[in-house]
Every structure is written in C-alpha cells, then in structure tokens.
C-alpha cells in the first residue's frame, strides 16, 4: 500500500488524483487531505477517502471543517504550518503537489527533507525556486516524479537514457483555443472565449495561462530545472491533436516521444506507481481514427506572454518568480473582468522592467520578489 499527502485535493489536477485512488483502491491510500478553503468539497473527500489528517490552508475555514467532521477522528490543521506538517507526516511515501502559486514551494521543501518523493504538478516551485529544489532533492536522494502531461512525457522519453545524449527537447502544445490568431484578433476576445481549451479539462488559471502561451513558457523553465537542459535547447511546438505530449531528440537525431489521448490521469498515474504500469480504464488511443498529427511553430509575436518567458528564463534569478507572480495576479484580474485578456502580457513586462534581478534567491527573497509583482 502506498500513503499519499495530497496537496491541492479540491482543484482539477487534486480531483483527478482521486480517481485514480479510486481506481486502483488496494494499492494507493489518501493520508493527507490538503486544500485552500474549499470546506465542502474537502469534508466530502474526507468522508469518502478516511485521511487521518486536513489542512485548509484559510485558517477561517480550517476552523469551520474541524467543527464539521469531529465525528470523524480526523485532524484538521490550517494554514502553512498545517501544510507542512502534511508534507512531512511520517506515513508518507509520496507527496503529489497540486496546489497553484508559490504556496506549495515550503511544503515540497519540508517533504524533502523528510524524504518523501515528490510527484510535482505545481509549477511554480521549479520556475521560482529550481535552485533550491533541484540540489535538495538530490542531498536526500527524492525522487521528482512530474505530472504535468509534458514533463511526464519527457521523462518517460528519457527514461534509462544519459543526460549528455540530449540534443533537444520538444515541448508540445495544443495552441490553445486562440492559435493562428493575430495580435488584433487577440484585442477582442473574451474571458469565456478563453477558457475554451480545445483538448483538456483544466482548472481556470491554467486553462488562461495556456490561451496566453504564459504556460509554455513556464513549462520551459520547469523542465530546464528538471531535466538539466538549457532552455535554448527546449523547443515549443505547436500540435493541435495533443496526442504527442513531447518528445526527446538524442544526438545521434533519434526522437523518442510518449503519445496518448489528452487525459491528466495517466500521468498522475504514472508518477505515483513509478517505476511500475498499472492498467488504466481511460480511453486509448486508435491511430486509425486519428488519422494524421500536425505540427506548427509557436508564433512569440503574437503570444507574447511566451517571448516574455524566454527573457525571463534568460534572466533567471529572481526574474522566473516576477513573470510568475504578475501572471497570477494579471490572470486574476482577467477572470475578473477588470482587465482585458490581451492586457496580461502588458502588465507581466511592466512588472519585469521594474524589477532588480536577485541571482541567487533564498525562499524569503523568493516571497518578498512576489509581494514585490503583486504590489
């Protein structure tokens, strides 16, 4: 039996990760329960998945889930201390970080440390803090298992294969629901138009932040951390079917590649059973019904928010957490109508310009440079 800390259970990405429990019942077992405020939705994971311990991370909300389920016997915690304390709970074998923003960079430290494997779908902690992550998880000997569908799909690609053989990496894309707009189609879209994706079924943010192309971008920067390849030599391309979720180019020009049908299960799966396959009841892929895969490349111009990404890798430092942190509050503001969908990559450069690069951050400088985007 494998005992997973989930944090993020209440978002996409967290609700998926159960149902994989669910499907494989008398292998995996929940122990940790961890969401943002969502007491409804946590106390109904609770009753279902028995953990022996909650955290919301709204203190207010923790308070009221505690009140709701102390017939339970479950242990509800708040907060960042509450995270932590799940992150590093001793029944752990893997902690699956599903949780948005640079919350999750403490709770992936404090897992480490205790040496829990990480299956990561938080992107934020490689972007702002790969420094510190990378060399730490290494020092304990953890495993970073990805789970986001590109990175799980590189690593698979690279699997058994030495780093020095790497030539390339292509990192695949739907080009979301806007591709082959121009920057004047841009201007007038709306949020609903955005959150159109073609192919997945993804939270909000990132169903915006994958419209922008903002996405990629962040994607280039994780897997540059966790597969120790420079970001010029990380390649987008644009491939509407998703059915190619990215490919590895080996110096001798073989490409290995994991191909699919467009489902967030099969790599959470995959990272919490590695290195082993399970059978999964998703649909599979009939090539004959596909019948042909196109691919395009990724136009900057016009998806800015990618242009602005590579100058942001290129920074590095404490740059990756300024791209990251105005993205969230620009995408934030869009979903709240206050801004127009075109106006994220303007408030992402405005932020960028402003900023005095850190080049080697510690964690507070980390949060102090995400304050600093947001103010």
């Known amino acids: 039996m494998k005992n997973i800390v989930l944090l993020g259970s209440t978002g996409s990405i967290g609700r998926q990760t159960l149902e994989v429990v669910r499907d494989h019942a008398d292998e995996l077992k929940v122990s940790a329960l961890c969401a943002g405020s969502s007491v409804e939705a946590i106390e ?20 009221e889930l505690k009140e709701r389920v102390k017939d339970t016997g479950v242990k509800v915690l708040g907060g960042m201390e509450g995270l932590i304390e799940a992150a590093s709970m001793p029944q752990a074998d893997v902690v699956l970080t599903a949780v948005v923003g640079m919350i999750g960079i403490r709770p992936t430290i404090a897992a480490i440390n205790a040496g829990h494997d990480i299956a990561l779908a938080n992107k934020e902690t490689l972007v702002c803090a790969g420094h510190i ?35 390339k ?15 004047e189609q841009l201007k007038e879209v709306s949020v609903e138009d955005a959150l159109k994706h073609p192919n997945w079924n993804m939270g909000n943010k990132i169903t915006i932040d994958s419209a922008s192309m903002v996405n990629k971008g962040l994607e280039i920067m994780e897997a540059s951390w966790l597969f120790g390849v420079g970001y010029k030599d990380i390649n ?45 009841p998703a649909k599979k892929a ?90």
């Open 44 to 63: 109904e994971q609770i009753r279902e998945f028995k953990p022996l311990l909650a955290v919301l991370y709204n203190e207010k909300a923790a308070a």
């Open 133 to 167: 992550i990378m060399p730490l998880a290494k020092e304990k000997k953890v495993s970073i298992l990805p789970v986001d569908s590109e990175h799980s799909a590189i690593f698979q690609s690279l699997n058994g294969e030495p780093k020095e053989s790497i030539a």
């Open 169 to 183: 990496i292509w990192l695949t894309c739907s080009g979301g629901p806007f591709r082959g707009y121009t920057k």
């Open 236 to 280: 987008v391309l644009v491939h509407p079917q998703s059915i190619i979720h990215s490919m590895v180019e080996y110096v001798d020009g073989a490409v290995m590649a994991e191909l699919g049908m467009p489902d967030m299960k099969l790599p959470i799966q995959y990272a919490l059973f590695y290195p082993d396959r399970k059978f999964s």
């Open 286 to 375: 009939d090539f004959y019904e596909i019948g042909k895969l196109t691919f395009e490349k990724a136009d900057t111009e016009t998806f800015r928010g990618l242009a602005l990404a590579l100058r942001a890798a290129e920074c590095g430092g404490s740059m990756p957490t300024v791209f990251n942190a105005a993205n969230e509050k620009a995408v934030a503001l869009c979903l709240d109508k206050k801004i127009s969908f075109y106006e994220i990559p303007d408030i992402i450069e405005r932020s960028m310009d402003r900023h005095k690069v850190i080049a080697e951050p510690t964690v507070e400088q980390i949060l102090d440079a995400e304050r600093e985007a947001y103010e």
